[in-house]
């Protein structure tokens, strides 16, 4: 079956790929791209180990599909706001880097690709978002060169926007030195999110909260680093 013949399978055919796509988004989470075996997804999904010669001809189309269907709501929700933000600047005002963060942040938190954008907090939303913040973070992170070029071609304009804007927020640090704060943000983003069950060993429930709550410690830690003046190393530093 060709590639472009997929959306015209059968109602058994649509069933049997959603599986096989869900379960390859729950085997890659836990094992990257490298770790993630044609016959580990089709067990997980209890689908014949054909489908995938079947439906896309390739490991690396599989996975450039589930990241398409997965995580195009949230480049588009990225770039909704990242273009609010730039069509509301004013000649000569720049834009608040606390805004340009919340672009960022904030749509990772609300993100729900199985029952859309939104701040419910029900048991099946949470869940959902638990399953797409270990896809995302995976994806985010894996070494492999097939990840991240899909990913960098998914979302190379919004972060583009991004950095655009971070600079005109922040004029007077060196594009060096926002490249930097961008990989701290990054990071601190996909860690809070990704590993947050390793928080709660120590906290307990009490680390348990809402997503809007969460969203917002972040942006408060991540805009005190982000907005600080620029780095200037202190004379002992130099000697």
Known sequence: MTIPSREFATRLGQRTMAKFLNAAADVFSKHGYEGSTIRA????????LGTLNHYWGSKQEL?????ELRFRPLR????RRLRSV??????????????????????????????????GATRESR????????????????????????????FEEPIRLFISLMRRACPDVSAAEIDWRVNCVIGAQVFAEVY???GRRFFGDEADVDETLAANWILHVLMNGLNAPPYRPSSDAKS
């Open 41 to 48: 997804i089709a067990k997980k999904a209890q689908v014949n």
């Open 63 to 67: 996975f450039r599909e589930l990241f």
């Open 76 to 79: 588009r929700e990225h770039l």
């Open 86 to 119: 730039e069509a509301g600047i004013s000649t000569g005002v720049p834009p608040q880097a606390i805004d340009v963060l919340r672009s960022i942040v904030e749509p990772v938190f609300f993100v729900d690709t199985e029952a859309g954008l939104g701040n």
């Open 127 to 154: 869940a959902s978002r638990k399953r797409f913040h270990a896809l995302y973070g995976r994806a985010l992170m894996d070494p492999s060169p097939q990840v991240i070029s899909e990913m960098a071609k998914l």
């Open 196 to 198: 947050s069950e390793r």
